[in-house]
């Protein structure tokens, strides 16, 4: 897997958007960008996932740079319970043979 | 859909004693699934992939007769933690792929077990 960087923590307003961004300059031509989020005392949630495009689904957008070495995730109006440590991970086209490396992640806190 | 359960959410139990815990994917049948731990203000840290009906694969610093991993069917991956200690108080997570084939690797997450050694 490719090396992940991301801050520490980000805070934000609620209803104000949120980029999260994450640098990954050892990334391979065919690994994948995801994102998962982990609220407190709960285990992961998938958030999205890119390859080369830009993506939106109904959580979140995911916005990759050209050159790959890096992504942002963007929550467009964050709310409360948008809480939680983000992680950003680079995986291999290997299918799901493999279990995930989390990094550290970005510690997000939405103030009222 | 993509839904996976794990019992109990919790548990406290003495030193020297096992306990089990079971992941199930509730909608989906899941040949790979994976079991990791979370200790306090860490990341989670891969333990082991269960695969059903062959052993598991554990990593490397994880001991094997300490986590017993069984994965009888497509829908249930237990972990058991053997003579527990103090030092094995965790978050245990599991989680399942959908679709093994697919080219990427999204994993739907149980909501964990916190493990409490006294």
């Known amino acids: 897997d490719a090396k992940t960087t991301q801050p520490n923590s980000m805070e934000s307003n609620e209803e104000e958007p949120v980029h999260l961004p994450c640098n990954h300059s050892t990334i391979s031509g065919t690994d994948y960008i995801h994102w998962y989020r982990q609220l407190p005392s709960q285990g992961p949630e998938y958030v999205i996932h890119g390859l080369t495009s830009n993506v939106n689904n109904r959580m979140a957008s995911l916005a990759i740079a050209e050159d790959r070495k890096s992504s942002t995730l963007i929550l467009h109006r964050a709310t409360l319970r948008d809480a939680a440590v983000y992680y950003c991970i680079c995986r291999g086209s290997g299918g799901g043979a493999d279990g995930l490396t989390f990094g550290k992640g970005t510690h997000l806190i939405i103030q009222p | 859909g993509a839904v996976v359960s794990q019992h109990p959410s919790w548990v406290i139990c003495k030193s020297g004693t096992s306990v089990k815990i079971e992941c199930r994917s509730l909608?989906?049948?899941?040949?790979?699934m994976f079991w990791y731990r979370q200790f306090p203000k860490q990341s989670l840290m891969l333990m082991a992939t269960?695969?059903?009906?062959?052993?598991?694969?554990?990593e490397q610093g994880v001991e094997k007769d300490k986590f017993l991993i069984n994965h009888a069917s497509l829908t249930l991956s237990t972990l058991t933690v053997t003579s527990a200690h103090p030092e094995d108080s965790s978050f245990y997570i599991c989680?399942?792929?959908?679709?093994?084939?697919?080219?990427?690797?999204?994993?739907?997450f149980g909501p964990g077990t916190r493990l409490t050694v006294l």
């Open positions: 909608d989906f049948q899941a040949t790979t």
């Open positions: 989680s399942a792929n959908r679709n093994r084939l697919a080219p990427y690797n999204e994993q739907f």
């Open positions: 269960s695969n059903e009906g062959s052993k598991a694969t554990y």
